[in-house]
């Protein structure tokens, strides 16, 4: 979702940026183009370098926790056991399953209770990246094919006009996924962008009357 609200909002701006400066359709096209680009690869370059930062803690936290389960294995059996007992279970029950996760697989139960990682939800930086840079790809494809698409006496307020539609189901499903009411994120996520595309649009125009 937040790849995806950056990459309308921003290239949406830019383009309306130009446009307010009388920009030519062939101006138009190449900002929204080298738009998409840069920020695809800007995201999926932040992306790929902060979830690498995440997998090397996770590698290291592995790596204590098989340290010290070859080193001090009752501490570690002690250890699992406070957390099922602060979980509900008395002492006893608490000590038996304990034991048993240990004896299947010590360390994948201790990296999931200790330090909440699992198979499923390690860090791919990969992943990420290309997650990061779809959802980017996606939204600011939206304003550039509204404004290659619109005749050119409308396309400041066609272009308007599809980017906020774009930016309410945005919103929207996004709320519907956070189980929230989707008043408030659609007149935030509408709020935010207009304010962003008008900032530009008024940069735009000043530069565009200096320069003519």
């Known amino acids: 979702m937040l790849g995806a609200n950056d990459g309308i909002v921003s290239t949406a701006s830019l383009l309306l940026g130009v446009a307010a400066a009388d920009g030519t359709p062939a101006a138009m096209l190449t900002t929204g183009l080298a738009a998409l680009a840069a920020g695809a690869g800007s995201m999926a ?34 250890e699992l056991t406070g957390i099922y007992i602060s979980k509900g279970l008395d002492r006893s029950l608490a000590r038996q399953v304990a034991e048993q996760l240990t004896a299947g697989d010590a360390l994948a139960a201790h990296l999931s209770e200790e330090l909440g ?30 404004m290659a698409l619109s005749p050119r006496e409308a396309r400041i307020m066609i272009t308007l006009a599809v980017t906020l539609v774009a ?17 408030r994120p659609m007149i935030r996520v509408l709020v935010g962008g207009t304010a962003a595309m008008a900032f530009t649009m008024v940069i735009g125009k000043l530069v565009g009357t200096a320069v003519a």
Not at 45 to 69: F, P, W
Not at 118 to 146: D, K, L, R, Y
Not at 167 to 183: D, E, H, Q, S
């Open 117 to 146: 990682i699992t198979e499923q939800n390690q860090a791919n930086p990969f992943q990420a990246a290309w997650t990061s840079a779809s959802a980017f790809a996606g939204g600011a494809a939206i304003p550039i094919v509204a």
């Open 167 to 183: 930016l309410a189901m945005l919103g929207y499903v996004g709320a519907k996924l956070g189980r929230a009411a989707p008043a």
């Open 45 to 78: 370059v932040g992306e790929y370098v902060s979830v690498s930062s995440q997998r090397d803690a996770e590698q290291a936290d592995i790596a204590k926790e098989t340290a010290e389960l070859a080193e001090v294995p009752e501490r570690e059996l002690d």
